[in-house]
């Protein structure tokens, strides 16, 4: 990974309008470092992501064969490619946050071109010419991939990698290599390699008919005679074979990972403990957030999709009432479809939650594209319906007339940090609001054996009076309309 400061100086300096070069400005979709405190833990996996990191200026190339323990993988030194049609503010960010992304994935950006014209030029992406440009650019700055801020055809990346000499990759290829990184537990394997399958399936490449692996027709003198031999079955169908079979194994696997997910949430249910869906942006702090609410100790760091895999730890509201808050899966602006049919198993905690807190950061220079593209995601979980909560994260870094600004997209959104503390306590009294209230009021003779029912029912309802009897505990109490059935036996006439 490059040091602290390539982050900040990166990309971005317009030229002329219709071929621009990008230089030395930010990638600001990595936003100011997050200020470690108490409350995220201590933080192992941090530590030891941050041990295996890739260290930029030493050589792959062995001098002396006693170094072969001791060499260290160079950086990958990258160009990025865009195209837009005339909208170069989202140009800009969408470069900015690609170079982001490059970053997260152990690349050293160095160089980069947006081009404009009205649709992306089907052969090469970019227009032989500028394909030619790109080429010259490619060889100045010496390197070794070129990275489209979009998803390329396979025939477009075979095209512009036949010209510029170097591999060419895009958008997805880069999101999918990080959440191959950062992937943990063996659901969020399964799932980005899935994902990873999909996108290969498609792309790959033949190499002729002397990769044949199946004799067709006669073999050994046993077949149908002259003019039936085939050519059998290529490497590239073999291999596209191999594919489909292990992406239906993985598919078998992470069906067999949801009953325990259920078998989880249906405990939940059946205690009627409401929960609380954090969803948002990556990198907009949505586990630095978690971890100030409910001191979880998850995974924090600067860098995008640093965490994949579903959190769910256990809090209160300020009156004492339980629910659950879980951490997803962060967005992004053109997320890979691959990804979110993947990672939908995972995406279920925000589609089944009460109540969802939409993350947005605060400080990034275009936050209604973030809100419109996690309000696009939350959409296809089918959670369009459900409560939400807007919470401007990182509000400690944002000017007062910027908050104005954020106030007018989202008026009745709150205003957090996550670093400082600010704004979380009226966070809090929001979600106590919207959480589901217990409603019904009954009147219940609980038996002395049967203490867990009445710590149960302090626990997730209302007890308005609790008095004892020969027989046992008379608890008035106000519980939802889903816990009536299951308390029905200990209810009183009164």
Same mark, same amino acid.
């Given at each position: ?19 621009? #070069? =990008? ?7 990595? &936003? ?38 001791? +060499? ?46 009205? /649709?992306? $030029? ?41 010209? %510029? ?38 792309? =790959? ?14 073999? &050994?003198?046993? &077949? ?51 929960? %609380?869906?954090?969803? &948002? ?8 957030? =978690? ?37 997803? %899966? ?13 990672? #939908?198993?995972? =995406? ?17 220079? $275009? ?16 959670? +369009? ?42 966070? #809090? ?41 020969? /027989? ?19 209810? %009183?006439?009164?």
């Amino acid at each position: 990974m490059a040091d602290g400061t390539s982050r900040v100086d990166r990309i971005l300096e317009w030229a002329d309008p219709g071929d621009e #070069r =990008l230089l030395d400005r930010s990638a600001q979709a990595l &936003g100011a470092e997050e200020a470690d405190g108490g409350f995220d833990g201590e933080q192992l996996d941090r530590a030891d992501r941050a041990a295996l990191r890739r260290v930029g200026g030493l050589r792959t190339e062995l001098e002396d064969v006693t170094e072969v323990e001791y +060499r260290q993988l160079r950086l990958e030194n990258v160009v990025l490619v865009g195209v837009h049609a005339g909208g170069v503010v989202d140009a800009e960010n969408s470069m900015r946050e690609l170079a982001a992304l490059a970053e997260t994935a152990g690349a050293l950006v160095l160089d980069g071109v947006l081009q404009r014209r009205p /649709t992306p $030029d089907p052969a090469t992406y970019v227009g032989r010419g500028k394909a030619q440009e790109l080429a010259e650019l490619v060889k100045e700055t010496g390197a070794d991939t070129v990275i489209a801020d979009t998803e390329l055809a396979p025939s477009q990346r075979r095209a512009l990698e036949d010209v %510029v000499k170097v591999k060419v990759i895009d958008r997805t290829a880069v999101i999918l290599d990080i959440f191959s990184q950062h992937a943990k537990s063996r659901e969020g394997k399964a799932q980005v390699e899935l994902a990873q399958l999909e996108y290969l399936l498609p792309r =790959l490449r033949g190499w002729g008919e002397s990769m044949s692996r199946q004799a067709g027709g006669q073999v &050994g003198g046993q &077949g149908a005679g002259m003019g039936s031999r085939g050519p059998g079955e290529t490497k590239i169908e073999l291999d596209r074979r191999r594919i489909r079979n292990r992406m239906a194994r993985l598919r078998t696997q992470i069906k067999g990972f949801a009953p325990a997910r259920q078998a989880k949430r249906a405990n939940r249910d059946r205690f009627e403990v409401p929960s %609380v869906a954090i969803a &948002g942006y990556t990198n907009a702090g949505k586990s630095s957030l =978690l971890n100030r609410l409910t001191n979880a100790g998850v995974l924090v760091e600067n860098a995008l999709f640093a965490t994949l895999d579903a959190t769910v730890r256990r809090t209160e509201t300020p009156d004492g009432r339980l629910y659950t808050l879980a951490d997803t %899966v962060g967005f992004v602006r053109n997320l890979p479809h691959q990804l979110v049919e993947a990672f #939908r198993s995972t =995406l279920e905690e925000v589609a089944e939650s009460d109540v969802i807190v939409h993350v947005v950061d605060a400080s990034h220079p $275009d936050p209604a594209a973030q809100l419109a593209t996690v309000r696009e995601v939350i959409g296809e979980t089918g959670a +369009r319906d459900i409560p939400e909560i807007v919470a401007f994260n990182k509000a400690d870094l944002v000017s007062d007339d910027d908050l104005l600004v954020l106030r007018g997209l989202v008026p009745t959104a709150v205003f957090v940090s996550a670093r400082t503390g600010m704004g979380v306590d009226e966070l #809090r009294e929001r979600i106590a609001e919207l959480l589901p209230r217990p409603t019904v009021a009954m009147a219940l003779l609980v038996p002395f054996d049967r203490g867990d029912v009445v710590s149960r029912l302090h626990d997730r309802f209302t007890v308005e009076r609790e008095t004892y009897e020969a /027989t046992g505990t008379r608890v008035d109490v106000l519980v939802t309309e889903d816990a009536v059935d299951g308390l029905e036996e200990f209810r %009183v006439v009164v």
